[in-house]
């Protein structure tokens, strides 16, 4: 598993599912927002240099069909797929082709409103439901990577 790490809210949601199927995960940021060292054996951080998308790249590089990738960011998620890669949001949305196409114009429409000077408000913060989501999808996905393995 890769996690899409700097501003990820369930690294310790995703480390629980790792270490109950004693998978490895790889933590990827740049390290602006100082991430804890996973409490798991099987996980790593692995820390990038500055810049846009240097993140995401790395993961794109390192990901194999099969992988299960937890971001929140829909272009590193549309990567990921194109490799046979599962991709999750921390909300519990699994990224696939069936939806990856729409989110990614919503995506560019929205900026396209933020720059023209339209707010257009940001996701809402994960609550108690979007958790359960969340770790409810991430089984589901790796049990059937383990199946299809």
């Not at 927002?33 to 996973?38: A, I, L, M, Q």
């Not at 240097?54 to 590193?76: F, K, R, Y």
């Not at 797929?81 to 114009?105: F, Q, T, Y």
Request: hydrophobic fraction near 40%.
């Amino acid at each position: 598993m890769y996690i899409d790490g700097d501003a990820c809210p369930v690294r310790d949601e995703t480390y629980r599912v790792a270490g109950r199927l004693g998978l490895p995960v790889v933590v990827v940021g740049n390290g602006s927002r100082g991430v804890r060292p996973p409490p798991l054996p099987n996980a790593r951080i692995v820390v990038v240099g500055e810049g846009a998308d240097v993140a995401d790249d790395w993961i794109v590089e390192h990901i194999a069909a099969g992988d299960v990738c937890v971001t929140s960011d829909i272009p590193l998620a549309s990567r990921c797929l194109a490799k046979s890669a599962k991709a999750l949001a921390p909300n519990g949305r699994v990224w696939d082709s069936s939806n990856i196409g729409g989110a990614l114009a919503s995506r560019e429409i929205g900026r396209s409103l933020r720059e023209a000077g339209i707010a257009t408000g940001g996701p809402p913060p994960l609550d108690k439901a979007a958790r359960s989501r969340f770790l409810s999808a991430l089984d589901t996905l790796v049990q059937a990577s383990l199946r299809g393995r």
